[in-house]
């Protein structure tokens, strides 16, 4: 057997309601596929360009913003990690491996519940699949308590909307099952 660092490929997403453990798990990932030697990349949505800096703004209730809005900037967000240099299609056209903490699947459940599930579709609709998709379903009553120690809640992070960003995530992912 050789010892070169194994070529994986693809594009991988983790989703889950918040406090679900996706950036932790992407974390622990990340540290074994580079202990391993396998090349890879990591992101998250919303991202840490200006973009996602205004959508993080408006998660913290510091700017508000109309849901509609807060659903064109995550597309517009995610339009600038899929394809600005070094993003996610660069990864994918040279061969590697792109993981995204987040993509599309968490617009469709969190903007489907504050515009309407027609409005993110739309948005959202020409954006390319991953290859694979693993959804952490985890008890709201576990993610909540996770995100107790948190120094501030965004506007999301309460139980009533976390029950139903989970069910509304279950009925988006059986659409693309």
Same mark, same amino acid.
């Given at each position: ?31 074994? $596929? ?6 890879? =990349? ?39 990690? $899929?394809? @600005? ?14 993981? @995204? ?40 009553? =576990? ?31 059986? @659409?693309?099952?």
């Amino acid at each position: 057997m050789s010892d070169a660092p194994r070529i994986l490929t693809g594009f991988v997403v983790f989703e889950g309601i918040d406090g679900s453990g996706t950036s932790t798990q992407l974390r622990v990932l990340d540290a074994r $596929l580079s202990g391993l030697g396998i090349p890879h =990349t990591v992101s998250a949505e919303p991202t840490d360009g200006p973009v996602g800096k205004l959508i993080r703004d408006a998660l913290a209730g510091r700017t508000p913003l109309l849901p509609e809005t807060v659903a064109r900037l995550f597309a517009a967000d995610r339009d600038e990690h $899929l394809r @600005s240099t070094g993003g996610i299609l660069d990864t994918l056209a040279q061969g590697g491996l792109a993981i @995204s903490d987040r993509y599309i699947f968490s617009s469709l459940a969190y903007q489907g519940l504050t515009c309407g599930r027609d409005f993110p579709r739309f948005q959202n609709a020409a954006f390319p699949l991953p290859e694979l998709v693993v959804y952490f379903d985890v008890r709201t009553d =576990t993610s909540m308590s996770r995100m107790a120690g948190r120094h501030a809640l965004d506007i999301y992070e309460n139980r009533d909307f976390q029950d139903r960003v989970a069910d509304e995530y279950r009925a988006v992912l059986d @659409s693309y099952a």
